[in-house]
């Protein structure tokens, strides 16, 4: 299982930074570009630039809890939900790194034998079978 992840292309977990700014002040975030990709697709989603939807993001932190302690990390968090909320998003990510890797994608849910769960109701469903598959 793990020579799944092993072989992902190194790309996906290099570090990129932008500099870039939140609600008018100038400042640089370091990510991995997997999730530089979540934060480029969500931003479009919302329909706005990346730089817009992290200020919207950071402001509404700011409004319910104060300052993060570590905003990077919200930000992963926030990539970790988005992918949560799509419901089998970690199943189909674990299937196209298989298919990267060269291993036969894993047994769909209805294919095999066993009792079958019903489908994530809310994020923390989905976040609970994602980390049981």
């Given at each position: 299982?793990?020579?799944?992840?092993?072989?992902?292309?190194?790309?996906?977990?290099?570090p990129v930074t932008r500099k870039?700014?939140?609600?008018?002040?100038?400042?640089s975030i370091r990510l991995e570009r997997a999730f530089w990709d979540i934060l480029d697709?969500?931003?479009?989603?919302?329909g706005r630039t990346t730089p817009g939807f992290l200020s919207a993001l950071q402001s509404e932190v700011l409004e319910q809890g104060g300052?993060?302690?570590?905003?990077?990390?919200?930000?992963r968090c926030a990539c970790l939900?988005?992918?949560e909320l799509q419901g089998s998003g970690g199943a189909r990510m674990r299937d196209a790194a298989r298919?990267?890797?060269?291993?036969?994608?894993?047994?769909?849910?209805g294919a095999?034998?066993?009792?079958?769960?019903?489908?994530?109701?809310?994020?923390?469903?989905?976040?609970?079978?994602?980390?049981?598959?």
């Open positions: 299982m793990c020579e799944i992840f092993a072989r992902q292309d190194p790309r996906r977990y290099q870039l700014r939140l609600n008018g002040q100038s400042t697709r969500i931003a479009a989603e919302e300052e993060p302690a570590n905003f990077t990390s919200l930000l939900v988005q992918l298919r990267v890797a060269g291993i036969a994608p894993a047994p769909q849910p095999r034998p066993g009792p079958q769960t019903a489908p994530p109701t809310g994020p923390q469903d989905a976040a609970m079978e994602i980390a049981a598959s």
